[in-house]
């Protein structure tokens, strides 16, 4: 299985975010590094794609969503309207979305959970900063 190499750098502020390739396009998205490492744990499956201006979790689930924990009827908005920025700043979330349910609830259900592991790869620009991250 081919490596999903996550590139982990630091911003102007000297915040640690990650770069996660999208599937199905040749783009990123961007996010702080331990936003990432929240959805990991949290079991999202880290093999994202970009469909219908928002970036999936196993063609599904929201990652903007799941990053700001947006429950019932609310929606997440991007400030500079960019899908593919997924820094908490980015991120606004409203009242007034059609969603049902909570999102990161649906990581309970069966056909939400990882199916098979991802080989995951870490590649730092800053890589003194990270020599204390466990991968």
Known sequence: ????????????????????????????????????????????????????????????????????????????????GSPLNLIRSNLIKAIGGAARSRTRDKLQNKPFRIRSKANLEYVDINPDHFKTIAA
């Open 1 to 80: 299985m081919k490596p999903l190499t996550i590139t982990r750098k630091l911003d102007s502020n000297g915040t640690a975010m990650a770069i996660v390739p999208l599937e199905n396009v040749d783009q990123s998205a961007v996010l702080y590094l331990e936003d990432w490492y929240l959805l990991l744990a949290l079991g999202t499956d880290p093999r994202w794609s970009l469909h219908a201006n928002l970036v999936l979790a196993k063609g599904k689930l929201p990652v903007s969503r799941l990053i700001l924990d947006a429950g019932k009827l609310e929606k997440v908005f991007y400030r500079d």
